[in-house]
């Protein structure tokens, strides 16, 4: 999830922890403690573009790293704050809770999270909240920022507290709901359409909601891409296809950098060719024409695909049809295929 969320959602597990003995202290260290994980991005510098994309929420998002690092920033809190009648396993439960809520709410979206890390790379993604979601974090946010305001002793306090980490939890549990209802209809679509077989499918919440649900449906060298919303009908989901051009890199499957980008993308990913260029992108962030993770992997030479320096691309703006379009789909209207997601558009 975005820094904000991470930030008053450790200031609110730190209140919920501390925050009788301490006030307004448990919420700055909770919130210190929340943002933490993401810390991972200072080491950017030293970083190649693969790496950071697959580096990041890996180590630093790690269960056994952060149960390791609490009780350490629990004793430093500890010295910190030595007159107050708190001591280091109070802010060692403090930043316990607040550090480990943070992988375990990145879990919930698209990107993937490495929690098992080292023991296991594997990228958990429930992937049923989008990375930036004001319904989740809204009441958080409004709940730290009054539990300032209010006496340390208040009974009002930790209730607020308390109601709005219910509240944010419940959140979660109606989207891997309507995840699982929305997963319910493309299964249901993918055995209506006669040209579609044996594949694989995920989801995912478009932007901002959880009301409008899009689909990547992978059958041999197609990507198939539809769209649902609670308020459309049922009936009205179709797939739009397009060719993957995993055949432009038939030739690359051996490259580290190339390998590694495969992984990432559990194997959501479209080949296409830009000019002279070979581009990389998963299909699980943006749409053509402004993929969120797009990467130059090759170069054209007589037809020929070379091997080159793996650089991230320019993140671009969405077109200017993008946002009208998805408030159409929100609403359950119907939308024309663009030639981009049109089963005639090649990417070659």
């Not at 995993?246 to 479209?270: C, E, N």
């Not at 002279?276 to 054209?300: C, H, M, P, W």
């Not at 695909?305 to 009208?324: F, G």
Request: charged share 20%.
């Amino acid at each position: 999830m975005d820094s904000l969320t991470q930030m008053v959602l450790g200031a609110a597990v730190g209140e919920a922890v501390l925050g009788r003995k301490v006030g307004n202290k448990a919420l700055i260290w909770g919130a210190v403690a929340g943002t933490l994980p993401d810390l991972d991005v200072l080491a950017y510098p030293f970083w190649n573009d693969v790496q950071r994309l697959t580096y990041h929420r890996s180590a630093t998002h790690s269960f056994l790293v952060l149960a390791a690092f609490a009780p350490i920033m629990g004793l430093v809190i500890g010295r910190i704050h030595r007159r107050l009648d708190v001591n280091w396993v109070d802010w060692t439960k403090l930043c316990f809770w607040a550090l480990i809520t943070h992988p375990i709410l990145d879990c919930f979206t698209t990107y993937g999270t490495q929690v098992f890390w080292p023991i296991s790379p594997y990228p958990v993604s429930w992937s049923s909240v989008f990375i930036i979601d004001p319904l989740y974090s809204l009441p958080l946010l409004f709940s730290v920022a009054l539990s300032f305001w209010l006496a340390r002793e208040s009974a009002q306090r930790r209730r607020v507290i308390l109601f709005a980490l219910a509240m944010s939890s419940s959140y979660l549990g109606i989207t891997v709901f309507n995840k699982a209802a929305a997963d319910k209809v493309f299964q249901e679509a993918v055995a209506r359409d006669p040209n579609l077989g044996q594949g694989t499918m995920m989801s995912m919440p478009t932007a901002f909601n959880c009301v409008l649900w899009k689909a990547l449906y992978i059958q041999d060298d197609r990507v198939y891409t539809a769209y649902y919303s609670f308020l459309g009908s049922e009936e009205d989901v179709t797939f739009s296809a397009k060719e993957r051009g995993t055949h432009l890199i038939a030739d690359m499957d051996q490259q580290p950098g190339v390998r590694r980008l495969q992984w990432f993308s559990k194997g959501y990913y479209h080949i296409y060719k830009e000019d002279n260029r070979v581009i990389f992108a998963d299909l699980r962030f943006g749409e053509k024409d402004f993929y969120v993770f797009s990467y130059q992997i090759g170069t054209l030479e007589d037809e020929r695909v070379l091997p080159a320096q793996i650089e991230k691309r320019p993140r671009p703006k969405p077109p200017s049809h993008y946002w009208e379009e998805l408030w159409k789909r929100l609403k359950g209207e119907p939308v024309g295929a663009h030639p981009e997601t049109s089963a005639s558009h090649q990417p070659d």
